[in-house]
């Protein structure tokens, strides 16, 4: 049997066999369907349930088809109504059409054609219900992939709204967030998904190299360019490229990678006609881009070329519960690639991954994962994490002369990652601190968490 239909539909018969039998109907090609045995009645349920569809009988005892049309204008003008009658006088197919009426259809009710016209009047409400469906779904797989977060939700919301256009990006944080990561989920997310997504590392370019690795040569170009090579800015065409460590691009490459963007061509090395390419540009920075525009490293029309708009990724430390949700994927997706049962995640665990620095941000956290996975039994503990995670710390020398926190914050920020690591489970909370619930009751007042 077909998929039902996500539509709430009102039927409205004063003929009890006729009601049931095309209720029947109906309910087994529509996810909620409501019955009403008059206008007065149908007038309720409408007000009640606000179904997507209506359909009604004209003649019916109490209050007919018509007027209760026309109170249900009163109060949903838009809403579709569907009329169905043996009778054919003109004058009630003229008050039909004043009303607005979506569509008639004739008794005695052929079933198939009923349902065909609902679906065909509810086309619109359908379009919008999956369209609603679909950014539900896709906010859900973004806070999936990114979190749900205090911190994470702004980038969320910009990730959506920029994500349908052509404008260029700059993503902005520290190594290790996921920026490379969040650039493909927004191509994933834009028209350009069916089209290349071509990440480049700057960094990882040899100076000698970078022009021709962009933007190709043509044979005899140099020495070694025995043949013409596109560039990975002609590979993007019709989708996106991730310039991945962007400041790191020479002055010459920067001012090539301006005319790219501003006049959607550029030549080859070597190469005296220009090659036209329609891609986007989503560049990345551990570094704030801004102030590499002031210290003289990055020219300042390329920045603004390039940051329609500017994104910052928190780091991971900062995320609070993000920590625990990507731990959890990061631990299923390694325990499929192991053909394993995914371990669960123990209170201590949870605990350490939520105290833990991060200083690798999500790479370090997706490193811990897959070598834990590798070791642990069904429950990863606070004991193995702690075999397979390592804190970098600073030379003496080199640390910052940074304000030491006081008992209470030190006391307030535990109790903090204690409800954080149990789900907000105040008894478990207090058995991580090891202290008595009465305390923990009292230290959740004192810092008011």
Not at 251 to 271: D, M, N, S, T
Not at 419 to 447: I, N, P
């Amino acid at each position: 049997m077909e998929n039902k239909l996500p539509l709430k539909v009102l039927y409205i018969e004063d003929e009890p066999k006729l009601r049931e039998r095309i209720c029947i109907v109906l309910r087994m090609r529509f996810q909620q369907v409501f019955t009403a045995a008059n206008g007065s009645e149908g007038l309720e349920v409408f007000s009640r349930e606000r179904p997507d569809i209506i359909v009604s009988d004209i003649k019916m005892p109490v209050m007919d088809g018509l007027e209760m049309t026309m109170r249900i204008r009163e109060i949903a003008p838009e809403a579709p109504v569907i009329l169905s009658t043996a009778f054919t006088e003109t004058a009630y197919l003229l008050r039909a059409i004043e009303l607005g009426v979506s569509a008639y259809v004739r008794k005695p009710l052929d079933c198939r054609h009923l349902v065909e016209t609902i679906t065909r009047t509810a086309a619109p409400i359908l379009q919008r219900i999956e369209l609603e469906q679909a950014r539900q779904g896709e906010h859900a797989s973004l806070e999936l992939l990114l979190g749900d977060s205090p911190a994470m939700q702004e980038v969320i919301r910009k990730a959506r709204k920029i994500a349908g256009t052509d404008y260029s990006i700059i993503i902005q944080g520290e190594t290790g967030v996921g920026k490379s990561h969040l650039a493909a989920i927004i191509h994933g997310l834009s028209p350009r998904k069916h089209h290349p997504f071509i990440p480049v590392t700057m960094s990882a370019l040899p100076e000698s190299l970078v022009e021709s690795q962009l933007f190709g040569h043509i044979k005899g170009a140099f020495t070694d360019a025995g043949s013409t090579k596109k560039g990975l800015f002609e590979e993007a065409h019709g989708g996106t490229i991730f310039l991945d460590d962007v400041d790191c691009a020479p002055p010459a490459i920067q001012a090539k990678i301006l005319h790219a963007v501003e006049q959607k061509r550029f030549f080859p090395v070597g190469g005296t006609r220009p090659v036209e390419v329609d891609i986007r540009i989503i560049a990345a920075s551990n570094r704030d881009l801004l102030d590499e525009v002031h210290n003289g490293n990055f020219r300042e029309d390329l920045y603004y070329r390039l940051g329609d708009l500017v994104v910052v990724l928190p780091p991971l430390r900062e995320r609070g519960d993000d920590i625990a949700v990507l731990a959890r994927m990061f631990l299923n997706d390694v325990s499929l690639e192991l053909d394993r049962t995914p371990p669960r995640l123990a209170p201590d665990a949870l605990f350490a991954l939520n105290r833990h620095p991060w200083p690798g941000n999500v790479r370090e956290l997706k490193s811990v994962m897959k070598r834990v996975a590798l070791f642990a039994g069904e429950t990863v503990t606070g004991e193995d994490l702690a075999t397979v995670m390592t804190v970098l710390r600073k030379p003496a020398a080199d640390m910052d002369m940074t304000r030491l926190q006081t008992l209470d914050e030190l006391k307030c920020q535990a109790v903090r990652q204690a409800l954080a690591a149990t789900g907000g489970k105040k008894m478990e909370a207090a058995r991580l601190l090891d202290v008595d619930y009465s305390s923990f009751k009292r230290m959740l007042e004192k810092y008011n968490v």
